[in-house]
């Protein structure tokens, strides 16, 4: 027997269909992370001090630890100004970070006093930052050391290494073809350490994020002892050249570190020097009362210019800075670092820094000094 079977009208409805979706999130239009080194010449407190010295006079030992006040972490939006370099919506954004630092002092290992004291600085960042945006910034580590030496007195010097992530972002709405997700199972995780990654976003404003490629990129590293030139001069038109006050040839510690255009990109460039005097050292011509003064000194290079290639084995690059010089007012200064890979014993690296008080040079081999690390190469070959 034939059946007659009758055509199904319409569908059936999905219950979970695909379909358009306004929804509201968060945009990053640019994000940028900095690294920033300050040594800071810390006065004990005089109670703290008695203790000290106390252990000391019993032929004690004394040390030194620090770490960082969590909850004691700021950083804030000092203001922005507009710059042209072609991006619209592009700013200079000024920003204020401080850190809290507990300093602990051990007399044969054992607890003896602590003090807690601010630790901060002032710098710049080119941002896509347009109006209707908003600075989101964060300081996602911190790094300490603390160094104590009875030829320092009542001074003990922090190491603090401050990394902060800017982002500029705004609460947009988005149409997206969405539907309602449940959760997953989840995954077991083995035993073992992990470390997260720092995230990566892409880029919001390719015209100068990231940077172009270089043709050339270098690196160099030195910690140790250093004999450098100091001429300190009045600020005036024209600059240091206008009146020399004194030349000296400073002895003391460095922590130099220059990263020029690291995997080819100008953004991934550094320079932070870290200059330590000797305590007692008598800078020689023309002594004045000037002569006397702590010519301890940092450097935190902010922009950066194309560097040059020089020969097959250097390069030069020129940009500007921050110069702060120990118990001074932090100046804008132009640098000049050229850097030659010559391995096994022919690597040097040499920088000129230039404020309106003082024309600061390093001149570093890694025949003088030893553990001096300088590396060179062409983009072309990478």
Known sequence: MQ???????????????????????????????????????????????????????????????????????????????????????????T????????????????PLCSFVTPVGYVDDVILCFPEGTEINCQIYQVQCNAVYNQMLGNVVVLDVVICPSIRVEAEVALEVEARFCGPRQIIPIPEQEVACPFPEFPPQCPTFFP????????????????????????????????????????????DFTALIADDCNLANSRIQINFLETPG?????????????????????????????????????????????????????????????????????TITITSATAIVTIALTDVTNVGLEVEVAPCSSL
């Open 3 to 93: 059946k007659r079977i009758k055509a199904i009208q319409g569908q059936q409805v999905d219950p979970n269909p695909i379909g358009p979706e306004c929804i509201r999130v968060t945009k990053i239009y640019d994000w940028v992370t900095l690294t920033n080194r300050e040594r800071s010449n810390v006065t004990i407190p005089e109670e703290c001090l008695d203790q000290i010295t106390e252990c000391l006079e019993e032929g004690n030992t004394i040390s030194v630890t620090c770490s960082e006040v969590v909850a004691g972490r700021s950083c804030d939006l000092v203001g922005a100004v507009p710059t042209d370099i072609g991006v619209p919506g592009a700013q200079i954004v």
């Open 95 to 110: 920003l204020a970070f401080q850190v809290q630092i507990n300093v602990q002092f051990l007399c044969n290992g054992a």
């Open 211 to 254: 940077a172009p490629s270089t043709v050339v990129q270098g690196a160099a590293e030195y910690t140790g002892p250093v004999t450098l030139s100091y001429i300190e001069g009045a600020a005036a038109t024209g600059g240091i050249a206008a009146r020399q006050v004194f030349t000296t040839t400073p002895t003391g510690e460095i």
């Open 281 to 349: 050292a008598t800078p020689t011509p023309m002594a004045t009362p000037e002569d006397e003064l702590d010519q301890s000194f940092t450097f935190t290079a902010t922009d950066f210019n194309q560097p040059t290639p020089v020969g097959t084995n250097g390069l030069t690059v020129t940009g500007t800075g921050i110069f702060s010089p120990s118990g001074g007012v932090s100046e804008n200064a132009t640098f000049t670092l050229t850097m030659t890979d010559v391995d096994p014993v022919g690597d040097s690296a």
